[in-house]
């Protein structure tokens, strides 16, 4: 079945860029997202790619996506103690009706920033 | 303010007794859903639906059952069929003719007394 791998642990200090990494099993995924999760909290979408582009920009952070290895990243530049959180990579998968929506969710990245 | 409100924030269960958590949206959205996270884990689906007065099992549906009554509203029950129901639970909204970003609520934490 469809699968979202990423590393459970990321530790960077303040003012590095921090790149955390993403692999997925659905080739006919439309979207792959990010989310960010802070303690107690929902989450947060951060950005999202559409599968027919390999890259996208916003402010301090970049997506990578590598449709050939099944591989997304996220980097975050001048990473600030504000960015510690979890981040979860997900792709979207077709449900029965046909309609996406349905997202597969990795376990999660926790990024600690070290001031 | 638009968004996704769930209640209560924390919530306890006892043996045996039936709990339902709240989701409430005022973002006019179509499809809604429920995810069970455990800590270290991802997020599973337990219920989704697409529009009112219809919803699907997700992957973990056992132990649980939804209503959509009114497109605002999608609450959830975790029935005492569930054995093991401490988790934290994430009620989402889709926006896009495809429902392709979902928004989350800010979740409820259920603990078995």
């Known amino acids: 079945g469809e699968d979202v791998e990423q590393s459970l642990f990321l530790s960077v200090r303040e003012g590095d860029s921090s790149v955390i990494n993403c692999t997925y099993t659905?080739?006919?995924?439309?979207?792959l997202y990010w989310y960010k999760q802070e303690p107690g909290a929902g989450l947060q979408l951060l950005t999202y790619i559409f599968s027919n582009m390999d890259m996208k920009q916003d402010q301090r952070l970049t997506v990578l996506l590598n449709k050939k290895d099944k591989h997304l990243s996220l980097r975050i530049a001048d990473t600030q103690t504000g960015d510690s959180a979890i981040y979860f990579c997900?792709?979207?998968?077709?449900?029965?009706?046909?309609?996406?929506?349905?997202?597969?969710f990795g376990k999660g990245t926790k990024l600690s920033v070290k001031p | 303010d638009g968004g996704i409100t769930q209640s209560p924030k924390y919530l306890f269960r006892k043996e045996g007794q039936n709990v339902t958590l709240s989701c409430e949206q005022n973002?006019?959205?179509?499809?809604m859903y429920w995810y069970r996270q455990d800590p270290g884990q991802g997020l599973r689906l337990i219920y989704y639906s697409q529009i009112v007065n219809d919803f699907q099992k997700g992957d973990i549906a056992e132990g649980y059952s939804v209503s959509r009554e009114k497109k605002e509203s999608f609450p959830l029950t975790v029935t005492s069929a569930q054995k093991n129901p401490t988790a934290f639970y994430l009620c989402a909204s889709a926006e896009g003719a495809t429902n392709e970003k979902l928004f989350f609520g800010s979740g409820t934490q259920l603990s078995v007394l």
């Open positions: 997900a792709e979207s998968i077709r449900d029965y009706g046909g309609s996406q929506g349905n997202l597969i």
């Open positions: 659905d080739s006919s995924s439309t979207y």
């Open positions: 973002l006019n959205h179509d499809a």
